[in-house]
C-alpha cells in the first residue's frame, strides 16, 4: 500500500471484511481492538477471524467480554463513540455504521454468556476459524481463546514472518507447530546452534538435517547480508513436493534468564510453566523476572490466569522449582547449593498483558498495534516495575 494514498485507502471498506480500512490507521491498541470488535459484532454472518498473533485474538475476546453492553449501545444508534487515538479516521469509521436495532437487540437476546464455552457461535453461528499464529510463546493462551469459540471452530496458525521477510507457512492446520520454509527472493540460511557462530558452519536448506536446531539466518533483496533473526526452529523433515524443509519453531535463541551460573532458556520456562497451569487456575500468558527481593535471587513468574486462582495454587512454587531442576542440571545444581531460591509466583489482574502492549505502544514511538510482543524474560527495569505495579497477589 502506497503511503501518499492513505488518505484514499482510510475511506475503503474491502468486500467480505467486517471492518474498514479506517480501523487499520488507529494507533491507540485499545481503540484499534474495540473498532474491529464493533464492526465484527455488527456482522452475523462472520466466518473467520484473522490476527497476526493468538495473543492479539485473546485481547480481542476479552474485549467483546469486557465491553459488551457498549457494543450494543454503538450498534443499536450507528454512533461511532469519542475513542482516544481516533479523530483522523472517526468520519470515514462512522459513514460505515449505520444504526442496526435488530442486530442490536440480537446481541442482547444472546447475553454475555461468557461462562458457556462456544460463546462466539451463538453470537457468529457461521464461524469456522480462527486464523492466528500460534506456536511458541504465543500457544500458552490457546485453552481461553478455545473456550470463547468452543470446540466446533478450528484454530489455525499462519506463518513464521517477521518484519524482515516471509520464512514459513503453515504445513498442516492440525499441528499449530509445524511449517514449510517458502521458496523465495530472499536467501535462507541455517546456523546449527549446537556449533561455533561462524559463516563457515552455515547450512543451506538443501542440506539441513533433520533433528536439529538451526537460527535462521536472512539475506534480502532489500539490503540485509546474512542477517541473524534470532529465531531457532528445528527441521523435522523435507516437502515431498518440493524439498523445502519442514520445520517447528523452538524459541528466540539469546531469550533466557540467569541468576547464578545456569541459563534457563524460553522453551525450558514455556514448559514448566505447561506443567503448573492447572495448578495455578490456567495460565492464558506469563512472564519470567529475574526476583532479588530476598537475600538469595530467583525467577519471578508473572502470571496471567483465564480465571480464578486454582485451589492447590500454594503448591506452584514448589512445583516449578522441581519442574525445573529436572530439565536444568545447572539449576539444579545451584538450587541445591543456595544459589537459587524457589521460584516466587506473582499473579497479575486481569487484562493486565493486553495493557502492557497497549503501553509498549504508546511509549516506542510509534510501533505497529499488531506486532508488539510481551517477552518470555523481562529485563529492563521500566517494563519489570510496570508490570509489579499490576500484581494482585503473591502465591
Known sequence: MVVERDAIYSTIKVPNCSSPLAVSFIQNYKSFLFMHALFALVEPKLETINT???TTCRDLCRA??????????????GVVPDLEGIDRVKENLQRFLQPNPDRAEELRRI???????????????ELRVILATASGPFSTVIPEIRHYIGPDVSLETL??????????LAYDPRDLNLYKVVGSDDVIEFLPVDEPEESRCLAQTWNVEPGKKYEVVLT???????????????????????????????????MHIRIANEVTTETQLRSVVDATSDL???????????????????YAFMVELQGNLGENAATAPSSLHASLQNLNENYLRDSLSGKIDVPAVRVLRPGTFGEFREWKIRTSGGAAVGQVKVPVVVWDEGSRMWLEGRVNCDV
Open 220 to 254: 534480502t533483496r532489500d539490503g540485509f547480508w546474512r542477517y541473524r533473526l534470532g529465531d531457532v526452529v528445528e527441521v523435522v523433515g523435507f516437502d515431498s513436493r518440493d524439498g523445502q524443509p519442514v520445520v517447528r519453531y523452538v524459541e528466540r535463541r539469546n
Open 52 to 54: 497476526l498473533f493468538t
Open 280 to 298: 495455578l487456575g490456567g495460565v492464558s500468558e506469563f512472564c519470567v523476572c529475574p526476583d532479588y527481593r530476598e537475600s538469595v535471587g530467583r
Open 64 to 77: 467483546i467480554h469486557d465491553q459488551w453492553d457498549d457494543f450494543i449501545h454503538c450498534i443499536e444508534t
Open 159 to 168: 506463518t513464521i514472518a517477521s518484519s524482515e521477510a516471509f520464512l514459513a
Open 111 to 125: 447475553g454475555k454468556a461468557v461462562e458457556t464455552p462456544g460463546w462466539f457461535r451463538q453470537i457468529w453461528p
